[in-house]
């Protein structure tokens, strides 16, 4: 078990130096840039447009910028008229910005009972601190949970939702 966590904390930490990570659906590293607070007013006009348009009563408060194997991304967040934050995150698709996730967090009460089931059923001593409800805008939906299973340190579990079928995902989603 030792020699577990030493490989996996090696692992954590050449993927988390060199800025790249293992992607699932892809099966290759991604070199990412890590994100970079950004200036609204530094922002493309376009980017802010298509935020506006997906969400026309988000007050934008913060954007965030990287780089992804060569692809820019920001992430546009900011609060609703309900007080609540959401956040925008986009990518250029066919030369266009393009929306690939709504964000936001949300309490254990309204994840989906498949959800907490699938996550209950695989860490039955799970204690939930943080849920983010990550929307792909294609009808799946990736809840992030942040918390710890008995006597771990804090980690994320992942649950994929596609279809009304819950999926306890082994390896990070990757938009």
Same mark, same amino acid.
């Given at each position: 078990?030792?020699?577990?966590?030493?490989?996996?904390?090696?692992?954590?930490?050449?993927?988390? *130096?060199?800025?790249?990570?293992p992607?699932?659906?892809?099966?290759?590293?991604?070199?990412?840039?890590?994100?970079?607070?950004t200036?609204?007013?530094?922002?493309?006009?376009?980017?802010?447009?298509?935020?506006k348009a997906?969400?026309?009563?988000?007050?934008?408060?913060e954007?965030?910028?990287?780089?992804?194997?060569?692809?820019e991304?920001?992430?546009?967040?900011?609060?609703?008229?309900d007080?609540s934050? *959401?956040? *925008?995150?986009?990518?250029?698709?066919?030369?266009?910005?393009?929306?690939?996730?709504t964000?936001?967090?949300i &309490?254990?009460?309204t994840?989906?009972?498949t959800?907490?089931?699938?996550l209950?059923?695989?860490k039955?001593?799970w204690?939930?601190r943080?849920?983010?409800?990550?929307?792909?805008g294609?009808?799946?939906i990736?809840y992030?949970?942040?918390?710890?299973?008995?006597?771990?340190?804090?980690?994320?579990?992942e649950?994929?939702?596609?279809?009304?079928?819950? &999926?306890?995902?082994?390896?990070e989603?990757?938009?």
């Open positions: 078990m030792r020699t577990l966590t030493t490989t996996l904390a090696f692992v954590v930490l050449v993927f988390g *130096l060199s800025g790249c990570k992607s699932p659906q892809t099966g290759h590293t991604v070199a990412a840039s890590g994100k970079q607070s200036s609204i007013d530094g922002v493309p006009a376009e980017v802010l447009a298509v935020a997906a969400q026309p009563e988000l007050e934008v408060s954007v965030e910028y990287e780089t992804r194997d060569g692809n991304y920001y992430d546009v967040g900011g609060t609703l008229p007080g934050e *959401l956040e *925008l995150d986009m990518t250029m698709i066919d030369g266009q910005w393009t929306v690939v996730e964000q936001r967090d &309490e254990m009460g994840v989906p009972e959800v907490a089931d699938a209950l059923s695989a039955p001593a204690t939930t943080r849920i983010i409800e990550s929307d792909q294609d009808g799946v990736v992030e949970f942040f918390g710890s299973d008995g006597d771990q340190e804090e980690v994320k579990v649950v994929k939702l596609e279809a009304g079928q819950a &999926e306890l995902l082994v390896d989603w990757i938009h």
